[in-house]
């Protein structure tokens, strides 16, 4: 299974960006898409999720209001929009494909945001 990211860059604070995630290699339809962060110093953390079973949504509470998952089951994608950007959501977002029946999760190699102030 192949994710790839993109969407990342440079944005001012209060601005917004779309990351997308394209996945190939399975049938996209058997796994859970999720956005992570990672942010120099810190761990990763988890900030959003689109189940595949119920199409629920999980979303961190730091973004809660802010960011929007999106899953476009034709094109194979994952949307996170992320809007009203602030300073600390610099960090490298990445996409995770988890397939609850096999445990088994795959990841995309990461895009980079920064939010200047």
């Known amino acids: 299974v192949q994710l790839v990211e993109s969407g990342g860059g440079l944005v001012q604070a209060g601005g917004s960006l779309r990351l997308s995630c394209a996945v190939s290699?399975?049938?996209?339809?058997?796994?859970?898409i999720a956005w992570f962060r990672q942010a120099p110093g810190k761990e990763r953390e988890k900030i959003s999720c689109?189940?595949?079973?119920?199409?629920?949504?999980y979303y961190a509470d730091f973004v809660k209001g802010r960011f929007t998952i999106s899953r476009d089951n034709a094109r194979n994608t994952v949307h996170l929009q992320m809007n009203s950007l602030k300073p600390e959501d610099t960090a490298v977002y990445s996409c995770?494909?988890?397939?609850?029946?096999?445990?088994?999760?795959?990841w995309g190699q990461g895009t980079q945001v920064t939010v200047s102030s």
């Open positions: 995770n494909a988890y397939r609850a029946f096999l445990n088994r999760q795959y």
């Open positions: 290699g399975d049938t996209f339809g058997d796994y859970a």
């Open positions: 689109f189940s595949n079973y119920d199409y629920s949504t």
